[in-house]
């Protein structure tokens, strides 16, 4: 920056006018990053102060803005986010959350939910088109790509969760429900032999994917583990003594926990418990109850990263287990 002080202002004043005349010839844009608190103190040989009440000067007129004070960028005009997601779940809160911390206040985030309805997912999504500058969507069905997702820009639509279609012309950040799910489950292992059976609790009408079933039962043939699928649990299904359950409904992970009290059993010593999906809760019922799946605060950071910066992300995110007092 070719810029010097004179003693007719003060320095935060001339610092700041600087900036604003940069913002005003378009030398720094929209939503250009500008140089840290640090680099201007050492370039321009002035306090870390100075700089900071430059930019407090500036961001109080809305003309600059910051990321969890940081990070600061040029403001002024909006972008906008189309945020179309399948079904709420604390989880996916986790998400939305993560990208309203992560992003400048510019970015205004539309968020919906096509609760796996077809029609509105259609008409969400013609109705958006050429009216954001990013889309980020969980797509409709499991086993297909959507056609009328060909009507945005490839360049700004980013895939995210699930979907056993080939995904390798589009952007996406996705969790893979099968070898993954095997892979989880060996690390568990040695815990996992200490039970005389493995049930997991999976309807058939449930969105989640419905090939995890075969990967969970090559699991258990591979290491002779005895196993079963449940479709359905009821509120007088028995929980059986020495019996593990992987579970994908949190509906289900409440059935297994009252009736296993009314039994007399207790978990982790009697039977385990394995949750699809963390959830807040899971942190403080029953001393704890395990979960398996993705790290959604880390889908959101990169969600926002290809939202502000244009960078291609193609990734599949590994599932972990979170280990506490259910098995």
């Known amino acids: 920056m070719d810029f010097e002080f004179n003693n007719k202002n003060t320095k935060v004043q001339q610092l700041t006018d600087y900036i604003q005349k940069l913002i005003s010839t378009k030398e720094l844009k929209v939503g250009d990053k500008l140089p840290s608190i640090n680099h ?18 500036l961001k109080a007129r809305d003309i600059i803005d910051s990321v969890q004070g940081k990070n600061y960028y040029v403001s002024t005009h909006n972008k906008d986010v189309l945020l179309l997601l399948d079904e709420y779940t604390p989880f996916k809160e986790m998400l939305y959350n993560t990208l309203r911390v992560k992003l400048p206040s510019f970015y205004n985030i539309d968020l919906w939910f096509h609760q796996y309805n077809e029609y509105l ?28 997702l060909r009507k945005i820009d490839q360049k700004k639509l980013l895939l995210l969760d699930f ?18 799910l095997y892979d989880a489950l060996e690390t ?21 994917p419905q090939s995890s079933k075969r990967y969970f039962s090559r699991f258990c043939i591979d290491n002779n583990f005895a196993f079963e699928i449940i479709d359905e649990l009821t509120d007088k299904t028995p929980v059986i003594k020495g019996g593990f359950y992987l579970v994908i409904k949190q509906t289900d992970i409440v059935k297994i926990v009252k009736q296993g009290r009314k039994e007399g059993l207790k978990i982790q010593s009697d039977y385990g418990l394995l949750a699809y ?51």
């Open 40 to 57: 201007l103190s050492k370039e321009f040989h002035i306090s870390r102060d100075t700089v900071f009440k430059a930019f407090t000067d």
């Open 121 to 148: 997912f259609n008409q969400i999504i013609n109705d958006s088109v050429g009216r954001y500058s990013k889309y980020i969507v969980m797509n409709y069905h499991n086993e297909k790509f959507s056609k009328v």
């Open 163 to 180: 979907g056993n279609f080939n995904k390798k012309d589009y952007f996406h950040v996705c969790q893979d429900f099968d070898t993954s």
């Open 188 to 208: 568990i292992k040695p815990e996992l032999e200490k039970y005389r059976k493995l049930f997991f609790v999976f309807n058939r009408y449930h969105k989640h």
């Open 277 to 327: 999906n963390d959830n807040p809760f899971y942190e403080i019922i029953e001393n704890g109850i395990s979960s398996i799946g993705i790290d959604w605060q880390k889908m959101g950071e990169l969600v926002s990263s290809f939202i502000a910066t244009d960078l291609p992300v193609k990734i599949f995110l590994p599932t972990t287990i979170t280990k506490r007092n259910s098995f």
